[in-house]
């Protein structure tokens, strides 16, 4: 079964976008943390303007829900979820060494009752404070610190809290994590009707995320150029012959750039670069051609749609829908946008009975 599993998820191309966030209740300190493909569309579902949702968000004395920040990068759903769970419960993720999960347990229950022997302690309550500690530990821990991860703020008041809680630290974030404040517009109503549209509102800083790959189109057009052009190309690290067929050969994703790479060679060569050698996986490089500077997991994405991705490329290059001719005002939508709505948002649902929201302590 495992290994169907596993066989399952290499077959499949990594997904246009997957991220984690925190949610907050704009009517009481209340938190919650999910993942998603799509944080719009999940943001309406969180304040009921869309069916789906998370039950422990449908209480209507907590909604409006506002997203304060969003952790994207994730290489596969199953990461983010991974990732959402020891976000959720760091008193008990083995992400983290257990002297460390013991003593943030010891932090968050003080005053409360001790656990049983051999008993899993239960979640407790955290304030924003505790989950922006939690997130700040779980991007420098081992098993995701060299994931292409970014950090993303709308709540101008969050950032700052973060940054305040960054400043007392000896340790620093990798410099690699992007972390960046782009402010969520708030909208001005009267009061009378303000809870209404508060609920309905979705800001477009977070409309605007791309959650489709037409953000990398111009970058798979171009490997599949190159693939499909059959000149004798080598490898831009070892020199020998690099062919599509009989190898994992990985294209530059810079445009004017023809360089070429085996994976294990570019491999080798960013975590040297990195003096990453005890890693596995890479976090960027120099192209070996242009000595542009390359994030590795662009070139893996273009490489798990080329290798795994062909109804997703399908959806990709098929012509755009015309405006119907009896109604010039309908918008045109995209197939790769249409194929995201559509498609299966795993998110929290699966696992609601252990991701229970709670209210912040006082």
Sequence with gaps: MLMAEVVKVESRPIPAFYCCYLLRSKNRKSYYIGSTPNPARRLGQHNGSSKGGAKRTSMQGKRPWEMTCVVTGFPSKFAALQFEWAWQNTHATRHIDKDVRDARAEELHQGKKAASPGRRRKRPPMSLEARLKNLHHLLGVDSFRRWPLSLTFFAPDVFVQWERHVAKLETKLRKSITIQLCPAEI????????????????????RSIPVAYEDCKPYVEKAKMIVQDKLHRVCGVCRKDAHFSKALVLVCPVESCQTVSHLSCLSQKFLTEDSGLDALVPIEGTCPGCHRPIKWATMMKELSLRTHGEEELKVLFKPKRKKKADNAADTDTTDAQEMEEEGEDLDETWMEDMSQDEDAPL
């Design 187 to 206: 909208p001005k109503v009267a009061s009378d009707v303000s809870s209404e549209l508060h609920i309905h509102f979705i800001p477009e800083v977070i």
